[in-house]
């Protein structure tokens, strides 16, 4: 056993987050730990790691630990400015520079922290837990800012690291391909369920509907049998008012008995609570309705170097409703790109801003809000309209009094929805989007998907999330650090483009082929959740074998 969790419990002023919680992880396990924005999660793992004080219980750890945590670009660490600093006198020189290979930061042992892009400063911080040699890895939304090499790269890790692992993450494909546990943090305490992801979901799913059956169950069994109590009583009401006579006062008093019994037996039903019914929530972007031209934006030979070439020569037009993904690896300057494109940073070249166009801007480093402000007063920045502001929070899943809170309390996914709230309340015709779904949980995903889905206007964006931008996008711009490649198809177009320009790479082949299948599994996870039984057993095989064929070409990928 290398973690145990005993009664552990947690309030924040006069709001109870954990209570009693109890688990245990063990050489070898593999966890996944989910749940809303701001249910305790992180505070979870900071108790674990010693960074927040519990107020009882017990934790106890046996071996060494290593923590990434989910804000990175926030603040660096204020123990090192420079990459090389993270190296202690302890660890292997020679071990470093190997791993900032393997990850794809060769030479950047010298550069700055704060000049690494979001993905660039999470590989620098797992490099710096592989460096302690941890008996147990917690790791707080790790894949966020990583490309996908990088993330498959962290999958195939974790699935062959010998100690435990303890994961929060909203990643789908993430746990799919990671682990084999799944802990739901819910109603202040931890549900354990078997499996990965979809098997969660779809136990979880079961599980819901058990609980309707059973509670509708109950309330038809107790009105049954309050209506049997109502009608013995007035029955023997009846015999007590038709005579005086003994006989019948002793019917009433045996029929008022059977009465008196059926009450008795309902109070001591077992009483069972209204399962919660999430409420289907409608949001939608406000669109400027002026006339545009076709084009919004133009760039033209768009160019950006520090020390050494982020982008160069990126020519593009950016027309009106379109919906544009910007993929590429870590370290290329795609937050630099959007960045330069609203004039937030120079950059070379020449951009074209259309006089009608109206930008909405989603940073990943949430630079628009005042964390000294609550949710409600940074929103009235925006809009007076108070009503519509809250109607925009509770659509987002904000309850109550959360929207007098300061942003410095909120959790991280709940400060990217009031960031994302901001731009409902602007009337927009394009938006410019930096990792827009990164921290947010599942259910808030669902529901930004969906309004921008709907939205008409134009919307570029930076992802790394494969099933948001195989939902999104219209059109693929790749850049790397030689300059643009622009494919004119959705995401599974790209990958179809990608493998056939690399028929001669088998090991690329086998990536792409990869990449599909993903989505495939994606695609069918999905329709599992939402489809009608009979259809479930047919997609439950397709399911299984997609994930037959992904793991014969990782095992050739890996031999």
């Known amino acids: 056993m290398l973690l145990e969790i005993k009664n552990v419990s947690k309030s924040i002023g006069d709001r109870e987050l954990l209570k009693d919680i109890s688990f245990k992880l063990y050489k070898n396990d593999k966890v996944g730990l989910i749940g809303k924005n701001g249910i305790g999660k992180t505070t979870l793992l900071k108790i674990i790691t010693s960074q927040t004080e519990k107020d009882s219980g017990s934790v106890k750890i046996n071996g060494r630990w290593g923590y990434l945590p989910q804000n990175l670009f926030l603040r660096n660490d204020k123990n090192f400015e420079c990459v090389n600093q993270i190296v202690n006198k302890s660890e292997s020189y020679g071990k470093f520079l190997e791993l900032l290979k393997k990850f794809e930061l060769n030479g950047a042992e010298n550069r700055p922290i704060e000049t690494l892009s979001g993905g660039e400063k999470t590989k620098l911080y797992i490099i710096k837990l592989l460096l302690q040699n941890p008996d147990i890895l917690i790791m707080d939304e790790p894949t966020n800012h990583l490309d996908y090499e990088t993330i498959q790269w962290l999958e195939n890790f974790i699935k062959n690291f010998k100690g435990a692992v303890f994961i929060v993450t909203h990643d789908r494909y993430f746990l799919n391909n990671t682990v084999s546990q799944i802990f739901e943090l819910e109603n202040k305490t931890i549900k354990e369920y078997s499996g990965n992801y979809t098997f969660y979901y779809n136990q979880k799913k079961e599980e819901t509907e058990r609980i309707k059956l059973e509670y509708h169950q109950y309330i038809n069994k107790r009105k049954e049998l309050e209506k049997a109590a109502r009608k013995h009583m ?140 609550t949710v409600l007063d940074n929103l009235k920045r925006i809009s007076f309209d108070e009503s519509s502001i809250r109607n925009i929070l509770g659509s987002l899943l904000f309850k109550g009094d959360d929207i007098y809170k300061k942003l410095w309390d909120l959790s991280y996914g709940e400060k990217v929805k009031v960031s994302f709230a901001e731009i409902l309340l602007e009337k927009t015709n394009v938006l410019i989007l930096d990792e827009p779904t990164n921290f947010l949980d599942i259910p808030t995903k669902e529901i930004i998907e969906d309004a921008l889905s709907e939205y008409d206007g134009a919307i570029l964006f930076v992802s790394h999330d494969r099933y948001f931008i195989n939902k999104m996008a219209q059109e693929i711009w790749e850049i790397s650090n030689e300059g643009f490649t622009k494919y004119e198809g959705g995401y599974n177009y790209y990958i179809d483009k990608k493998s056939w320009l690399n028929t001669s790479n088998s090991d690329i082949n086998k990536k792409e082929e990869l990449f599909k299948l993903e989505m495939e599994l994606s695609y069918i996870s999905f329709k599992i959740s939402s489809c009608k039984e009979e259809k479930k057993t047919e997609l439950e095989r397709k399911y299984f074998d997609v994930v037959k064929k992904m793991k014969d070409i990782k095992e050739d990928l890996n031999k």
Do not use: C, W
């Open 234 to 373: 007035e029955k023997s009401k009846r015999y007590n008012n038709m005579s005086q006579n003994d006989f019948q006062r002793h019917k009433s008093a045996k029929v008022a008995k059977r009465s008196k019994a059926i009450i008795s037996r309902i109070k001591n039903m077992e009483e069972k609570e209204k399962p919660f019914v999430p409420k289907n929530v409608n949001i939608k972007f406000k669109r400027d309705e002026e006339k545009t031209g076709d084009i919004l934006i133009k760039g033209r030979k768009l160019s950006k170097s520090y020390d050494k070439v982020l982008f160069k020569d990126i020519s593009f037009d950016l027309y009106k409703n379109k919906k544009v993904a910007i993929i590429g690896k870590n370290g290329v300057g795609k937050s630099t790109f959007l960045k330069g494109i609203i004039g937030k940073i120079k950059i070379d070249g020449e951009i074209y801003i259309s006089p009608s166009a109206k930008i909405g801007y989603f940073s990943q480093e949430l630079e628009n809000l005042d964390m000294d402000m």
